[in-house]
Antibody, heavy 120, light 113 residues
Framework: EGQLVESGGGLVQPGGSLRLSCAASGITFSSYWMHWVRQAPGKGPVWVSRIDDDGKSTNYADSVKGRFSISRDSAKNTLYLQMKSLRVEDTAVYYC?????????????WGQGTTVTVSS | DIVMTQSPDSLAVSLGERATINCKSSQSVFYSSDNKNFLAWYQQKPGQPPKLLISWASTRESGVPDRFSGSGSGTDFTLTISSLQAEDVAVYYCQQYYTTSYSFGQGTKLEIK
């Protein structure tokens, strides 16, 4: 079925930066749209960003537009999320998610998540 | 953006009884050219990521027990667990994937009565 393993989370001060990574295995990584979804403590999931199968098209939630950047390296089967100008409200568990082979598809496989804490 | 609203926020059901969770979208998520509703249901247990149970409003994912079923079309949807088992205690979310916002409902916490 495939596995997604996130890394790169941690504690960062407001205004700081972090780069999250997601290593994919057991899937044909280059065939799927990939997403980042975050979940603040005690809250529901919120979609953050997506990238198409060949990395040419990206989209972002309004709350992170201009601060976050999604990318992928199909040679390494890895998805990235570069986060800059971090805010306290960005504190959450960040999940890497495999979508479908087209944009409008459900979220089929989720990683275990990596925790980002933005605090002074 | 499409707003997804679930009801109730929490639900307590006896073992073996039926559990019903509702989800309403602020606009239709039915795509006529595909003849499909772009609506999914997820289950999240404590300390775990969400797990996809149902896509296209009523298509159960492989390995999901047949006591889980989804129904509805347009703006009104329902997740039904026909006979509640102890392992079904979780928070359930609906999600639309009709638009790029991929919005989720606020969640319904299901407990044993």
């Amino acid at each position: 079925e495939g596995q997604l393993v996130e890394s790169g989370g941690g504690l960062v001060q407001p205004g700081g930066s972090l780069r999250l990574s997601c290593a994919a295995s057991g899937i044909t990584f280059s065939s799927y749209w990939m997403h980042w979804v975050r979940q603040a403590p005690g809250k529901g999931p919120v979609w953050v960003s997506r990238i198409d199968d060949d990395g040419k098209s990206t989209n972002y939630a309004d709350s992170v537009k201009g601060r976050f950047s999604i990318s992928r390296d199909s040679a390494k089967n890895t998805l990235y999320l570069q986060m800059k100008s971090l805010r306290v409200e960005d504190t959450a568990v960040y999940y890497c998610v495999r979508g479908g082979t087209y944009a409008g598809r459900a979220f089929y496989i989720w990683g275990q998540g990596t925790t980002v804490t933005v605090s002074s | 953006d499409i707003v997804m609203t679930q009801s109730p926020d929490s639900l307590a059901v006896s073992l073996g009884e039926r559990a019903t969770i509702n989800c309403k979208s602020s606009q239709s998520v039915f795509y006529s050219s595909d003849n499909k509703n772009f609506l999914a249901w997820y289950q999240q247990k404590p300390g775990q990521p969400p797990k996809l149970l149902i896509s296209w409003a009523s298509t159960r994912e492989s390995g999901v027990p047949d006591r889980f079923s989804g129904s509805g079309s347009g703006t009104d949807f329902t997740l039904t667990i026909s006979s509640l088992q102890a392992e079904d205690v979780a928070v359930y979310y609906c999600q639309q994937y009709y638009t790029t916002s991929y919005s989720f409902g606020q969640g319904t916490k299901l407990e044993i009565k």
